[in-house]
């Protein structure tokens, strides 16, 4: 039920979106990178016919622009045209082998067309990029359900477990977080901190090295290490 609640104010968003891009792109409609933006919102919005008209008049201004190709693929695989979505992802795999995102979706596209054992070698090689690659995992664990490989599937659904994020904790601690900025930030893996202002430092000369080590016992303890 959220995210139905959510789902007007994101389509109006994506509309406004729309409109700017085109407005945009008025003045140069001889770029192609303007009709590539405006077929991305559109495919955003689930207006594949749309999105179709206008990555078509981005691809007859540049046939190789690897963004136009990834976009125009993804329509084509949602119409069922498995064949021209691997061709045109293809082009875009021949400017960029390592991109991830191509790769699964190349792979994907395969699986949908019950081509397990190609889609494999497409995963595998997302997986020689980044080893952890959640959508690898995942896929591979169908493609070799559907080979009947027990073994290999248990494998890649142990690891896909393994990496996943845990989501229901992301949850739980989600409305935590978004009132508690310090505490979000001592939660990622890689994060600031911001120091306190420093008295400045005291003239003179400075203190014997002995004294950093003159730190006060806790109670009780003595600095021997006894009672």
Known sequence: MERLRHRPILARRLES???CLRENHRGGPEESDGWTNIGRALVQEGDTAGARKVLEKSLAIDS????????YARVLKEDGDYEGAITHLRTVLEQFPRDRVV???LGRVLFLQKRYADAVREFEQTLSIDP??????????LCYNGLGDDAKANEHKARYLRFKADESAQAITGP??????????????IHEHISVALAPAPRGKSPAPKAA???APQDGVKPGGGR
Not at 132 to 141: C, F, R
Not at 176 to 189: C, F, I, V
């Open 17 to 19: 979106r729309r409109r």
């Open 64 to 71: 190789r622009l690897a963004r136009t190709n990834f976009f």
């Open 103 to 105: 790769r699964n979706e």
């Open 132 to 141: 952890e690659d959640l959508q690898a995992h995942y896929n591979l664990m």
């Open 176 to 189: 935590y977080r978004q009132t508690h900025p310090e505490d979000n930030n001592e939660r990622q893996a």
């Open 213 to 215: 080590a003159k730190t």
